[in-house]
């Protein structure tokens, strides 16, 4: 792929090397985002990351979480939400551009918000495994949203094991219908599901915040596939949009698509042509 030299060319660096963060590794390693180069990778296990790294084109090194805004002007953090702080602030206190796939953990770190503000750093949370938002902040400069709702519908396997369901008892072993398995807010949806619904957390930093936004989640032995349902209400315009996102095979709580977003957001840093707001 020819590069413009008139574009500066962006460094990249990895946090995570599961389904989401391999895919987007391969996808620059190929040369598929033009004037984006991978930088460095970041992996919990260091001796697997560097066996795929022999697979790649221009291999990198394997660094430390809080090292790669050291070696990258744009950090992606694909890891699990344990650990975003170990990414996410180096990368805020640096300066970079940063995006956060564990969006559910960015709530809880908010005050990196301004901390940007007084560094010069970027978050942009990439859409992910959700549709819409384009739609969600535009009616949202408008003040007049009245109503968020997301509904999400998972097969029972892809929730087993999240915090919520341990802490108070829920079952999804055997199902043979639907089971309503939590109701309340973004904020503490995404606290006690932190590995399934990163969606609702930046469905509610597009519109109305992590407090007001509504989320259901079901699990649903009759679907095969993550499904999403947003329900917005809003003065310039009543939408609802439903997304069914085929799971990897490797994470069956992480749909194919949210890799694939990733790559389109930073596709969008260095593209002469954007589509959509």
């Not at 060319?9 to 996808?27: D, K, S």
């Not at 890891?79 to 640096?94: G, I, K, L, N, T």
């Not at 007049?144 to 008892?169: D, F, M, S």
């Amino acid at each position: 792929m020819s590069t413009n030299t008139r574009v500066k060319t962006l460094t990249v660096g990895i946090g995570g090397l599961g389904a989401i963060g391999l895919a987007v590794a391969r996808a620059i390693d190929a040369g598929r985002l033009e004037n984006l180069t991978l930088a460095a990778v970041s992996a919990r296990d260091v001796d697997k990351a560097r066996r795929n790294m022999e697979t790649f084109h221009t291999p990198v090194p394997v660094v430390p979480l809080g090292e790669l805004a050291d070696h990258a002007e744009v950090v992606v953090e694909c890891a699990p939400a344990a650990v975003f702080d170990e990414v996410a602030r180096p990368a805020v206190e640096r300066g970079r551009i940063f995006l956060p796939i564990s969006v559910g953990a960015l709530l809880r770190h908010m005050d990196l918000v301004d901390r940007a503000r007084e560094t010069g750093a970027q978050i942009i949370v990439p859409t992910g495994a959700l549709i819409g938002l384009d739609a969600v902040r535009a009616a949202a400069e408008g003040g007049g949203i009245e109503e968020v709702r997301l509904v999400t519908r998972k097969p029972p396997g892809g929730l087993a094991g999240a915090p919520y369901l341990l802490e108070n008892g829920i079952g999804v072993d055997g199902l043979t219908e639907a089971k309503k398995v939590f109701e309340g807010s973004a904020r503490d949806g995404a606290a006690g599901f932190p590995a399934n619904v990163n969606v609702a957390a930046a469905l509610s930093l597009a519109g109305i915040g992590p407090d007001a936004t509504r989320l259901e989640i079901w699990a649903d032995p009759a679907v095969t596939r993550n499904t999403h349902t947003i329900t917005v209400e809003a003065d310039a315009a009543r939408f609802t949009m439903t997304i069914e996102n085929v799971p990897t095979e490797e994470n069956p709580k992480t749909g194919k698509i949210t890799a694939l977003s990733v790559i389109a957001a930073l596709r969008r840093l260095r593209a002469p042509l954007v589509a959509g707001t």
